[in-house]
């Protein structure tokens, strides 16, 4: 059985499932070279507008094999390095991804499956799924994914679940700012649907310029950060898509990227 299942449909929304339910889609070294590889393909894929991250069965992730952490305990400081490394590509590809990235968690999210969460653009949780940042109870710390689960949380909150590694339901990772929207497991799905017809209706350049921008800004000084988004929005307000997108809008009809093919 494949550790992944991949799919690209019709609208341009690409689907990467954790496809190791008997494990609880515990991901080890293969599965994260598998995950680095997808992504990395999905990001220069032409037709790709949307990225969704899912999972089979019953939980999302339960975060690292413990197979693959036992072989880890036993590498070396150099060995275990070069890993944390392919972790630090996974959680950084997938931060960086061009196009929106969806997460939907179904179940169990834990240790650096909440990083997977952390670094979507957006995540709809079943009302089912749990949440934590176990990694202290290990005698560790989520060291890699920490970058993108502060970004998510904030620092106060992070302090509390890294520290304390406590589990957490959905509803709490929705008032901390993990998750954006909860609903029942049955409804699950078409809460996703919604999502993704919101954002295809969206402009797909000024999706990605959105996304560069949250990124930019970020991590920008004043003097840098003034300069670019006020060039930013000079640029795609007289870009052919801010033109069709602006048109539209005034002409009160479809814009181009919504009209039917």
Known sequence: MSSLLTSLDTRGVATISLNRPAVHNAFDDV?????????????????VRLLVLQAEGKSFSAGADLGWMKRMASYSRED?????????????????????TIAVVQGAAYGGAVGLVSCCDLAL????????????????????????????IGARQASRYF???????????????LV?????????????????ATLLANGPVALMACKALLRRVAAASSPE?????????????????????????????????QQKK
């Open 31 to 47: 599965v994260i070279a598998e995950l680095n590889s997808a992504i990395a393909g999905y990001a220069r894929h032409p037709e």
């Open 80 to 100: 275990n390095l070069a890993d944390a490394r392919e972790l630090e590509r996974l959680m950084r590809g997938l931060y960086d991804f061009p196009k929106p």
């Open 125 to 152: 949780a079943s009302e089912n799924a749990s949440f934590a940042l176990s990694e202290a109870k290990l005698g560790l710390a989520p060291a890699v994914i920490s970058p993108f689960v502060i970004a998510a």
């Open 163 to 177: 520290l304390t590694a406590e589990r957490f339901s959905a509803a709490t990772a929705r008032e901390l700012g």
């Open 180 to 196: 954006h929207e909860v609903a029942s497991a049955e409804a699950l799905g078409e809460a996703v649907e919604r999502l993704l």
């Open 225 to 257: 950060l003034a300069a670019y988004t006020t060039e930013l929005i000079a640029s795609l307000r007289t870009s052919q898509e801010g033109q069709e997108g602006l048109g539209a809008f005034f002409d009160k009809r479809q814009p181009a990227w």
